[in-house]
């Protein structure tokens, strides 16, 4: 069985990457390549799979909720990615990479007995980025 | 192909283990186990797997399954309070997990068609938390 749990959390970022000149940042990325940067209130689904314990869950929801808010959402809520998320150095703020940054934040710190499967997160509405761990 | 098809309804429920003390409970249940029960706005997508009839073009009668899902979830479940009124929940703790688990049993056993069978159930408690229960193999971790 899965459990499937969604949580919202807002920050600002810029694509740009130094391995390319100012004009090809700019075409590659657009709007999204705007200095001054922009922000999004980006929607994480967390999917975690395992057997229905003795206690009829898969896993514990406090358990579940206190893990993704002090590994993942502590860190990137009203942040912004570029400067201050030290899991995202290194790395074009992509919603891709933002999501490989999740699967490492929560895999490094990961105790549940039920094991992380998916990690979903929508940028806005119209885009969304599916992780299957 | 798959075929989903929603239904809601609301209930009402605790979720505590009689066994465990109140402490206990809320430590494995937090806020859902007070004692004097809450509620949800449950939506279940019941979704079938298989291939359209060659002559009606169909996987699955809609209007059936509708009918199905009512009298087997619908009709029992809403506006009950699911630990009281609805069995196995005097038993097992209707957690959102057990809840599905129970739909599929109930459902499963309904929906036998040669081309068809029931391949997942999804039940969201709210919008932003749901369980998929796909039968047996998914009970013990596929």
Known sequence: ?133 | MLLTRKAEFSASHVCANPALNAEENFAIYGVNANPHGHGHNYVVEVTLEGEPDPVTGMVFDLRELKEIINAEVVDPMDHRFLNGEVPPFDKVVPTTENIAREIWRRLAARIAAPNARLKNVRLYETADLYVDFEGAQGDIGR
């Open chain 1, 1 to 133: 069985m899965q459990l499937t749990s969604r949580y919202r959390f807002a920050a600002s970022h810029r694509l740009t990457t130094d391995a390319l000149s100012p004009e090809e940042n700019a075409r590659i990325y657009g709007k999204c390549n705007n200095p001054h940067g922009h922000g999004h209130d980006y929607v994480l689904d967390v999917t975690v799979e395992g057997p229905i314990d003795e206690a009829g869950q898969i896993v514990n929801r406090s358990a579940l909720n206190a893990l993704v808010t002090s590994q993942v959402l502590a860190r990137v809520d009203h942040r912004d990615l570029n400067s201050e998320v030290p899991e995202l150095a290194g790395h074009v703020t992509t919603t891709e990479n933002l999501a490989y940054a999740v699967e490492r934040m929560l895999k490094s710190r990961w105790t549940l007995p039920a094991r992380l499967v998916r990690v979903r997160i929508a940028e806005t509405a119209r885009n969304t980025f599916e992780l299957k761990v």
